[in-house]
C-alpha cells in the first residue's frame, strides 16, 4: 500500500516546559480511513496541525507523499495544498469571508483556477452539499451544522485527495451528525484517504480502518486496527475514553 | 454604572439588530437595490460632492428632498431614517456650530439679541443652516448606501475600483469576526449577570470591565492565528483573491440619465445661480 503521510519522530511543544505531542510514529496509508483517538487535551489537534504543514515539529521529520513537508518551496506546496484539506474543529475559525458563495470560492481563487471555472466548481458543490440556497448567507448567521457543512465544502471544492479532520462531529444535532457520517462514509468509499481526530467512539466504530490511540502524556498509546483497538475497554479507560 | 452590564448587553444585542436589518433592506426590491453596486457606490459618491459643493439654500433644500425620495424608494424605513440623519446632522453638527452663529465668530448684520453686544447675525445663520443641510443630506445618501447594499457588495465595488487588496480583505475579515465578538462580548456580560445578584459596586463593574476586554484581546489573537492557519491551508499565499459578478443593466443606464438630465436641469434653472 502506498504511504500518504510518514510522521518520524514528531514531537511539539507551544511552551517549551509543556510538552503537547511526544515523540509520534505512525504512517497513513493511501485510502484508508484514520481515526486518532484521545481524551481533551492529548494533542490530537497539533498532531493534524503538523500534518498540515502549519506549524513545524520542534524534532522529527513529516513525510507527505513521500517528501517532508518541513520546508515546503512554493510549487511543492501548491502540489499538498490541492491534495489536502483540512477541516478545523472549530467552524468559526475556517469561514472567514463575508458569504458562503466567497467562502466555498476561496480555496480554488487562491490556487490561481479560472474564475469562470471557480464559479461553477462551486455551484457543484452548493449543489452536492444541499447548500445552495445558503450561497449568499453570511456565516455567522449559520446553525452549527449548517458551519460545519459549508466548512466541509470550502475543502471539498477542490476535491482533495487526502482529508484532515479535527472533530468533526463536535458541537453537531443528531441530523447534522447523521449527516457527517453519510458523507464521511461515502468519501471513504470514493476513495479518499481520511484522518479524523476525535473522541467519539461511535465515529470511530463507523468509520475506521485503523486506529491511532493518543494518552494524557501526549504520547501515541496503541495503533492498530480498528476492533483490536476499540474492544480493549483497559486501554480505552486509561487513556480517559471510556 | 449600576445598570451598566444590563446597557451593555442591550446595546450589543441592538448592535446585531442593526446589521440584520441592514440585510434585509439589501435584499428588498428598491430603487437603489436595482442598480449595479459601482454604479450605486461612484453616484452616492458624486451626489454627496454636489451637495458640499453648494452654497446655495434652494438647491440643497432640493437635494433634501431628493435624498429622502431615493430612501423612500430604496424602501428604507422613514421614520428611522430621519430620526438617525436628523439626529446627528441636525443635534450634533448644530452643537458644534453654535459659535459660528454669534457676531464674535461671523460678523454681519444682527438677526437675534442675546446681550448688548452679543447677537446671532443673519451671516451666522445662514451658513449654519447650509452647514446642516449639507451635513443632512450627505448622511442621508450614506445611510441610504449602507441600508439598501450588503456590506459584501460594497467590499467587492471597492476592489472593483482598485482598493488595495490588503486593506479590503482587513475590512472583509474584520466584518466577518466582529459579530463573532460581539457574541462572545454578549455572553460573557450575560454570564456575569447571571451570576449577580443585587447591585455592584462600581470598583468591581470596572474590574469585570477591564478584565473582559483583556479576555476578548488575548481570544482576538488566537483566533487571528487560527483564521490565518486556515486561510494558509486553503492556499492563500498573501493575495486574496476573489471573484467579482457586477452586471451593468438597463436600470444603470436610466438612473445615470435620468441623474445628468435632472443636475443639468437644476444648473441650467436661472444660469446657474442656483447652485451657488
Sequence with gaps: MDIVFELRNVSYSYIKSQPALVDANFSVYRGESLIILGANGSGKSTLLKLMDGLIKPDSGDILAFGKSILNMKSDHEYQFRRKVGYLFQDSDVQLFNTCVFDEIAFAPLQMGLNPDKVKSMVEKTLESFGIAKLQDRPPHRLSGGEKKKVALASIMVINPDVLLLDEPTNGLDPRSRKWLYKMLSNLKNEGKTLVISTHDLDLARSIADRIVVMNESHSIEAVGKSNEILDNSILLENVNLI | MSNFIEKTVFSIQ????????????????GLMQSLDTRVRLVSILILIILCNLSSSWQFLCLMIVYS?????????????????????????????????????????????????????????AISASIFIMRSFVSLSFIYILILSTKWVEILKAFRYFKLPKIFSATLDISFRYITLFLDVASNMFLARKSRNVGKSKDKSERRFVASSMGNLLIRSEHLSSEVYSAMISRGYKGEYKTISDFKFGIFDVVWILFNISFFTATFLAKGGKLWI
Design chain 2, 68 to 124: 429622502i425620495f431615493v430612501a423612500v424608494l430604496s424602501k428604507v424605513p422613514i421614520k428611522s431614517y430621519v430620526f438617525r440623519v436628523s439626529s446627528v446632522s441636525v443635534v450634533f453638527t448644530g452643537i458644534v456650530l453654535i459659535p459660528s452663529l454669534f457676531n464674535i465668530v461671523k460678523p454681519g448684520n444682527p438677526l437675534i439679541y442675546i446681550g448688548r453686544n452679543l447677537y446671532i447675525t443673519t451671516n451666522g
Design chain 2, 14 to 29: 441592538s448592535t446585531f439588530q442593526d446589521m440584520f436589518e441592514s440585510d434585509e433592506i439589501a435584499s428588498k426590491r
